[in-house]
């Protein structure tokens, strides 16, 4: 099973559909980023792009999550 996680705010897309659905965009969303003159950093945005400004990646394994964890506790928060 896919995993994929938002690389700023942490939103975990686990949903057949909702996978499915990024992979179907994620050709239009590269286009569109380079267009403004950017370089894509995930699949797609994330659901909270207006927040969080984060782009959606595949998890392997979990070391997404692991490297999140990691940095929030060594950023002393």
Partial sequence: ???????????TLMDRGDVFMVF???????????????????????MNFIRCGGEIKLADNGWLVRYRRWLWKSNGQ
């Fill in 24 to 46: 179907e965009g994620k050709v239009a969303w590269e286009e569109a980023v380079r267009a403004r003159g950017s370089q894509p950093r995930g699949i797609f945005p994330c």
């Fill in 1 to 11: 099973m896919r995993k994929l996680i938002c690389d700023r705010c942490g939103l």
